[in-house]
C-alpha cells in the first residue's frame, strides 16, 4: 500500500512538471546551415531606428492644427521610400519585441525560467550575422544581443542604467544622448583609420534604440504633451542622422534606413498585452533597395486609419514583426538569422524578379532547415514505433466502433459525467458555473427515487443546495468588512449547537458528563470568537491596536481547534459535529464578512449527503446494518464487509470533487493575490508577517477543505465502500480535470495571460496531490480518540 502511494505522488509529481517540459521548453534549435541570397544586395549598410513605445497612429495622426509630429518621417512616406504597420505579437514588451525585430522569431517561452527578463537559449540574429555592428541605447537591449555574438564584431555604446528613470524631469536625454553619441562617432571616424576602414566595408549595421517616448509613455500616458514633443525631438534626430549618414558616405546610395518600434502603448501607458494600441507599431523603410512610394486610387484595407492619417493616396503595406528581420538580411545580403521565422515582404523590395525569386527561395530554404534539425532531434529521443506519421483511417475506425454501440443508460450516464467535468474546468474561470452545478444539484432528487422515498431529506438537500448557491454569486474583491455578518453566523453556530445538544440530551439515556462538558466548551469558544473579532474590530476602527488578550485568546482557540474533536464521542454525528464547532471558532476568527456562513451552510448541506447516499444505496437493495446515528467511526469493519463498485459509486465521487472546488471557489477566486484580505489575520496579529500571515490565511482556505473530507469519510463507511475504491475515483476525475487546463496551459499572450494558464493547472495538480494528505488529516480527525489509556479502532481504508 505505501509503494503505490510512494508511486502514485511520483506520477503526479512528474505530469506536473511535465508542462513545463512540453509546453515551456526553448523551440529554438542549433545545427542550421546559414542561407543568404547569392546575387549582390542592393546596399552596403543598413539603419535601424526602433523608437520604443511608439504607437502607430500617435505618429502617422496629424495634429490639431493639421501638421505632422514627425514631418520628417511622413515626406519619407510621401517622396522616398514605403510604409505601412508592423503587428507585433504578445506579450507587447522590449526583449521579445527586439528579438523579433532583430532575430526573426517571437517571444522564446522558456523565458519564464528566467522570470521573464531574457532569452535563456542561445539565438542568431541579424546583429550576429553582419561584419560589424555599431549599436546605442540602452543596456538592456544592446546587451542582449551583444551577448550572444560571436568574434569581436559588435560594438555597444550604452548610458547606465539608472538614467532609466519615470520620475526624472527630461527623459529626452536619453533620445538626444544617442544622437549625441552617434555624432562624435562619425565625426572621430574621419581621424581613425581602422575605424574609417571598417565603416566603408560591406554587410555593417547601425542601430539606434531611442527609449525616450517609452519612457515619457509610463510616466505621463501616450496623450500627454511630453509623449507628443518626444516624437517630434526624435524626428528631427533622425532627419539629422540620416544627414549625417548621406555626408559621411558619400551619398552613395547603398544605405537602406528602417524605422519602426518594438510595440505601442495603451492609453493609461502600459503595455504587454494585445490591445491594438499595444501590437500595431509603425514602419516606414527608404533607401537602396526599397520601393518609391506608390499612389494608389483604393487601398485593401477597409478600417479608418488611412483617412485619419490622410494618407490614403499613399500605398500603405503592412508586415509581421518578425518579417523585418529577413528584409533587413535581404537588403545587405547576410544570411537570414537562423532562427527566424519571418517571410519577406517582397512587396518592398525594389529589385529584379530574380532577385526576388532567389530572395524567396533562401528565405524558404532557411525555415525549412529548422524543420529538418527540429525532426531529427525529436526522432533521435522518440521510440521508432511511436515516430511514425498520423494516419486518418484510426479516427474513422474509432467513429465506426462508436457507432456500433447501442445507446443505452451508460452512454447517458457519460454525457452528464462529462458535463459535470466541463462546468468544473468553466468553474475555474467563471464562479457562476458553480452555481448552476449547485441548481442542478438541487433538481436531483426529482429525478430519483429519493423524492418519493424520502421527502424530508430531499427537502434539505434542496434548500442548502439552493442556499451554498448563493455564495458563488457574490463578489470576491472589493467587499467591505461587514462584522454583523460574521456575529450572524456565530449566533446561527450556537443556535444549532443548542438544537444537537437537546437532542442529544433526549436521544441518550445517559449523557456523559464528560461529553456534556466537551459540547459546552466548544459552544463557550465559538462565543469567544465571537467577542473577540467584535472587540478587535472596534479596536482597530477606533485606532487602538490590536488588544494583547484577544490576541492571547485567538491563538489558544487556533491551538485547541484541533484537538478538541479528538476528545468528543467517536459517533458519527457527534464527532462531526465536534470538528463543525471546533473550526467555525477559528473561521469566525478569520472571517470579515458573509465568508463565515459559507463553512456552516457547506457542513449543513454535507450532512443531508451523508443521508442521501445511505438512502440511494437502500434503493438499490443494498441493507445497511446501521443507522447513520448509530455508526461509529472506530467501528471495526472487515474487508469482507465491502460491496463491490457500481456505476453510481462514479457519481458519488463527483459529488466530492465538485464539494472540493466549491470550498476552493466559493468566498472568491484564490488563484488571484486579490482574493487575500489581510484584515482576515487580524485578531492573531496586524505586525506584517508574510509567512504567518500566509499561514493563517492558507488554514482558513482549507477549513472548508477538512469539512467537506470529514464527510466524505463518512460517506464512505455509511455506503459499505472501501475508501481507497472511491478516493481512486476521485483521483482519476481530478487527472481528467488536469488534463483539460493541460492542454489549456498557454506559451503564447501577455506574461499574465501565461501565468494564469499555469496557475490553474497548478492549481488542479496540487489538489490532486493535496487530497492525499487531507484525506490523512480527515481520517485522523474522524478515527482518533484521545484517552488516558488503551488504543482506539479505526476502520480499514
Known sequence: ?????????????????????????????????????????????????????????????????????????????????????????????????????????????????????????????????????????????????????????????????????????????????????????????????????????????????????????????????????????????????????????????????????????????????????????????????????????????????????????????????????????????????????????????????????????????????????????????????????????????????????????????????????????????????????????????????????????????IFFSLLLAAFPLMPVVGRKPDIFLVMGAGLLVLLLSLCVLTSLIKRKDSFINEELLLHLFQMLSVVLSMCVTYSTHSSLRKKQGLPLLNQIISWLILAFSLVLPLLSPTSLFERLFSILLSLMSTYILLSTGYEALFPLVLSCLMFVWIQVEQETLQQRGISCKQKVTSVRFTCSTDITQFRQLYLDDVRRAFFLVFFLVTAFFGTGNIASVNSFDLASVYCFLTVFSPFMMGALMMWKILIPFVLVMCAFEAVQLTTQLSSKSLFLMVLVISDIMALHFFFLVKDYGSWLDIGTSISHYVIVMSMTIVLVFLNGLAHLLTTKKLRLCGKPKSHLI
Do not use: C
Open 1 to 461: 500500500m505505501l509503494l503505490f502511494f510512494i508511486l502514485g505522488l511520483f506520477v503526479h509529481f512528474v505530469f506536473f512538471g511535465s508542462i513545463f517540459d512540453i509546453y515551456f521548453t526553448s523551440p529554438l534549435v542549433h545545427g542550421m546551415t546559414p542561407q543568404f541570397t547569392p546575387l549582390p544586395p542592393p546596399a552596403k549598410r543598413l539603419v535601424l531606428f526602433v523608437a520604443d513605445g511608439l504607437r502607430a497612429d500617435t505618429l502617422y495622426e496629424l495634429d490639431e492644427n493639421g501638421n505632422s509630429r514627425a514631418p520628417f518621417i511622413r515626406n519619407i512616406i510621401m517622396h522616398e521610400g514605403s510604409w505601412g504597420l508592423s503587428h507585433t505579437r504578445v506579450p507587447t514588451e522590449s526583449r521579445p519585441g527586439h528579438v523579433a525585430l532583430i532575430a526573426g522569431f517571437y517571444e522564446d517561452v522558456s523565458a519564464v525560467a528566467k522570470g521573464w527578463k531574457e532569452n535563456p537559449v542561445e539565438f542568431d540574429s541579424l546583429i550576429n550575422e553582419s561584419k560589424y555592428t555599431w549599436s546605442w541605447g540602452s543596456p538592456d537591449i544592446l546587451t542582449m544581443f551583444a551577448k550572444g555574438a560571436y568574434g569581436d564584431h559588435v560594438f555597444t555604446y550604452t548610458y547606465d542604467a539608472d538614467s532609466e528613470d519615470f520620475g526624472a524631469h527630461d527623459v529626452t536625454k536619453l533620445d538626444t544622448w544617442v544622437f549625441d553619441k552617434v555624432k562624435e562617432f562619425f565625426h572621430a571616424a574621419r581621424n581613425n583609420q581602422s575605424l574609417f576602414s571598417k565603416l566603408n566595408e560591406e554587410k555593417i549595421v547601425f542601430f539606434l534604440h531611442l527609449l525616450g517616448i517609452d519612457t515619457n509613455g509610463h510616466a505621463h500616458r501616450p496623450s500627454s504633451r511630453e509623449y507628443k514633443d518626444n516624437i517630434k525631438l526624435v524626428d528631427a534626430g533622425m532627419k539629422e542622422m540620416v544627414s549625417i549618414l548621406e555626408h559621411f558616405y558619400g551619398n552613395d546610395g547603398k544605405t537602406a534606413f528602417i524605422f519602426t518600434s518594438d510595440h505601442g502603448m495603451t492609453d493609461w501607458g502600459s503595455h504587454g498585452a494585445g490591445h491594438p494600441s499595444e501590437t500595431l507599431t509603425p514602419f516606414v523603410t527608404w533607401g537602396a533597395g526599397i520601393k518609391y512610394p506608390q499612389k494608389v486610387s483604393a487601398q485593401k484595407f477597409d478600417d479608418a486609419f488611412l483617412k485619419e492619417w490622410r494618407l490614403e493616396s499613399w500605398k500603405r503595406q503592412d508586415i509581421h514583426q518578425a518579417d523585418i528581420a529577413p528584409l533587413m538580411a535581404s537588403l545587405i545580403g547576410v544570411p537570414f538569422p537562423l532562427n527566424s521565422v519571418g517571410i519577406l515582404p517582397v512587396d518592398y523590395l525594389n529589385n529584379t524578379d530574380l532577385f526576388k525569386a532567389e530572395s524567396m527561395f533562401t528565405n524558404a530554404i532557411q525555415i525549412l532547415e529548422q524543420f529538418k534539425v527540429k525532426m531529427t532531434q525529436k526522432k533521435e529521443v522518440t521510440l521508432p514505433f511511436l515516430f511514425i506519421p498520423f494516419k486518418f483511417q484510426v479516427i474513422q475506425d474509432f467513429v465506426t466502433l462508436l457507432l456500433t454501440v447501442p445507446p443505452s443508460y451508460f452512454v447517458g450516464y457519460l454525457l452528464v459525467f462529462i458535463l459535470g467535468i466541463e462546468i468544473l474546468v468553466l468553474s475555474f474561470f467563471y464562479r457562476y458555473m458553480l452555481t448552476a452545478g449547485l441548481l442542478a444539484f438541487a433538481g436531483w432528487p426529482f429525478i430519483t427515487q429519493l423524492w418519493t422515498r424520502a421527502k424530508s431529506i430531499s427537502l434539505s438537500w
